[in-house]
């Protein structure tokens, strides 16, 4: 079962006011702009999970499973991602915000991707706003779901990303074997 329970907690431990999500995942304005929708995993996601994650191994479309060791329980989690390839580099988004995944990815400093029978270790680095900003552009062309959590859409310029992208974490890859991409 993916590991997708949102946990919003800033890297201090401290919770921002607008980490906070209401109980049904409802439309927030956060200080101006359009709204932005709270991630909550219900029923549907779930099943949308389960089929994205059979995608995945079956290597069809953009999917990937990111399998992350919880930094608590030491169990292994997985969770279908999609990757955005910028400069010939695969980034990692999370744009549901500081979700469990990603806690469990800064904990360890390095995760597995999975797609159809190629699973390949990376080493993570999260990268500041500046440099996130080109990627969450780029990610909301790809993966449109995930709209709806954005303030941004895909005519907005790369500053409007920059300003949003504490609330969506950016990782780049590299790859720790020699043989992999």
Do not use: C
């Given at each position: 079962?993916?590991?997708?329970?949102?946990?919003?907690?800033?890297?201090?431990?401290?919770?921002?006011?607008?980490?906070?999500?209401?109980?049904?995942?409802?439309?927030?304005?956060?200080?101006?702009?359009?709204?932005?929708?709270?991630?909550?995993m219900s029923r549907v996601d779930r099943v949308g999970d389960m089929i994205v994650s059979?995608?995945?191994?079956?290597?069809?479309?953009?999917?990937?499973?990111?399998?992350?060791?919880?930094?608590?329980?030491?169990?292994?989690?997985?969770?279908?991602?999609?990757?955005?390839?910028?400069?010939?580099?695969?980034?990692?988004?999370?744009?549901?915000?500081?979700?469990?995944?990603?806690?469990?990815?800064?904990?360890?400093?390095?995760?597995?991707?999975?797609?159809?029978?190629?699973?390949?270790?990376?080493?993570?680095?999260?990268?500041?706003?500046?440099?996130?900003?080109?990627?969450?552009?780029?990610?909301?062309?790809?993966?449109?779901?995930?709209?709806?959590?954005?303030?941004?859409?895909?005519?907005?310029?790369?500053?409007?990303?920059?300003?949003?992208?504490?609330?969506?974490?950016?990782?780049?890859?590299?790859?720790?074997?020699?043989?992999?991409?």
């Amino acid at each position: 079962m993916p590991d997708t329970t949102p946990n919003h907690a800033h890297r201090s431990g401290q919770q921002r006011p607008e980490d906070h999500a209401d109980h049904a995942g409802k439309a927030h304005s956060e200080g101006g702009g359009r709204p932005v929708r709270r991630f909550r995993m219900s029923r549907v996601d779930r099943v949308g999970d389960m089929i994205v994650s059979m995608l995945a191994r079956a290597g069809i479309g953009p999917f990937h499973l990111l399998i992350t060791r919880g930094r608590k329980t030491g169990r292994l989690h997985t969770n279908p991602v999609v990757l955005v390839e910028q400069d010939g580099r695969p980034w990692l988004v999370a744009p549901y915000g500081a979700v469990s995944w990603v806690h469990n990815a800064r904990a360890a400093g390095r995760l597995r991707l999975r797609r159809a029978r190629d699973t390949r270790e990376y080493a993570i680095r999260e990268v500041g706003p500046d440099e996130a900003g080109p990627i969450l552009k780029r990610y909301i062309a790809i993966a449109s779901a995930t709209r709806p959590y954005f303030r941004a859409n895909n005519n907005s310029p790369v500053e409007d990303f920059i300003a949003e992208a504490h609330r969506h974490p950016v990782f780049q890859l590299t790859p720790l074997s020699k043989d992999a991409q």
